[in-house]
Each structure stands twice: as C-alpha cells, then as structure tokens.
C-alpha cells in the first residue's frame, strides 16, 4: 500500500498533464465547437497546474517535463487546427502553420542541448487566440484577419532564438500568483467589461518583449555576442 501511494504522489503532477488533454475529445463530437473557449482555458488551467504541483511537492522529473511538453504540443495543436477549420480559407492555411510551428518547437525541446525559455510558448498563442474570439463575439467584427496574424506571428516568436523577457505569464513565479492568472482568463470570458482590458494587457507585453528581443538580439548580433 506504501508504495502504491508512493507512485501515485509521485505522478499527481503526470496526472494533471494528462487529464489537461482528455477532454479535448469533446471537440470532435457534433457540435464541439461550443466547448472550444471553457477547454482552453481548462487547458490553460491544468498545464500551470501540473507545474505548480511538481515544484511545490518536490516531484520534477526529466519524464514530466516531457510529458507536459507533449501534452502541450497535442491540446495546442488541436485548438489550433479546430479554429482554422471554423473560419475556413486562409485562416486554415495560417493555423497549419502555426501547428507545424508547435510541433518544431516541441520537439526542439526534447532536445537536451536545446536552450529553454526562448521564443514564445505555445500557450501564449492559446491565449491570444482566446482574447480574439472573445472580442470578435463582445464586438461583432470578424475574427478572421486578426487569428490569420496571431497565427503568422507566433509562428515566427515561437521558433526565435531570442528570450522574450516580459510576457505576463514568464514573470509569474509563485503559485498563487499563476493561479490569479488563470484567473483572469476565467473573467476575461465571464464578464465581457474586462475582456479588453486583460486581452490588451497580454498582447501589449506579447509586443513589448518581442521588440526587445529583437534589439537585444540585433545588438548581440552586431557586437558578435553568443
């Protein structure tokens, strides 16, 4: 029995990584759409979960981390691709890419001679094209034109060799500080009086830190820096 409950304490953060992908399931039923918005903030939800549960119990292992990743890679890559799919035309064509951007990105970092924290995570993506569904439907305009740039864009921030220093949720460190975050999101859909003031928030820092990357690693560049 002690070892049994050993194991399972041992992976309570696997768990949460997995159970972050399942109900994904849900969007390929008949009318899956619907679900799109609560599952990728439940998603948002349980990959910030999982880490906080690793750290805080003392359970990181080189294992978790790479199931977290590919958990990642898999609920990332089908929110993607089942938007493009909604809008149809260009916007599928955009989210492609953006898929194939995860996916290099992913398996970039399985590589152990990879250096993490460069580029923009896959979950920043997520969470922009969340805000733009939310203030297509507060506002009536067509989310098309602006999902197609966060596709092309994060495509191209997802795969920079440059450190994107301040995005919210890079600067968010403890646990209850992550967990007000995802709080946000939560608010952001509920209570449509907030919804542009978070989504700009986020995207000013998403614009803000690649700016800086790219002069920063312009002038490392010119100056012949590593």
């Known amino acids: 029995m002690h070892k049994r409950s050993n194991f399972l304490y041992k992976n309570l953060a696997n768990a949460v990584s997995i159970l972050g992908v399942l109900p994904i399931c849900l969007l390929f039923q ?7 918005i609560p599952l990728m903030i439940y998603s ?14 003392n359970i990181r292992s080189e294992f978790g981390a790479l199931l977290d990743n590919v958990c990642d890679s898999i609920a990332h890559s089908v929110f993607v691709m089942v938007v493009g799919m909604h809008f149809g035309g260009a916007c599928v064509v955009a989210s492609l890419i953006g898929v194939a951007a995860i996916v290099v990105r992913s398996v970039s970092r399985l590589v152990p ?5 460069m580029g923009s995570p896959t979950n920043e993506l997520v969470r922009h094209t969340l805000f733009v569904l939310l203030l ?51 608010v952001a859909w509920l209570v449509p009086s907030t919804t542009s003031v978070i ?11 690649l ?16």
Not at 44 to 52: E, F, H, K
Not at 113 to 117: F, I, K, L, M, T
Not at 199 to 209: P, Q
Request: proline share 3%; glycine share 10%.
């Open 113 to 117: 001679s990879h250096v993490a924290g």
């Open 44 to 57: 948002n939800v349980m990959d910030d979960l999982d880490g906080v549960l690793a750290a805080k119990l």
């Open 211 to 226: 700016a800086t990357a790219i002069i920063l690693g312009s002038t490392k560049e010119s100056l012949g820096v590593s």
């Open 199 to 209: 989504a700009g928030c986020f995207v000013i820092s998403y614009l803000v830190s």
């Open 136 to 186: 297509a439907n507060i506002f009536k305009f067509s989310a098309t034109p602006y999902l197609i740039i966060a596709f092309l864009l994060h495509a191209v921030t997802m795969l920079m060799p440059y450190k994107l220093p301040y995005l919210i949720r890079g600067m968010t460190k403890s646990g209850i500080a992550i967990g007000l975050l995802n709080v946000t999101l939560l």
């Open 30 to 36: 008949e009318g899956g759409y619907r679900y799109l």
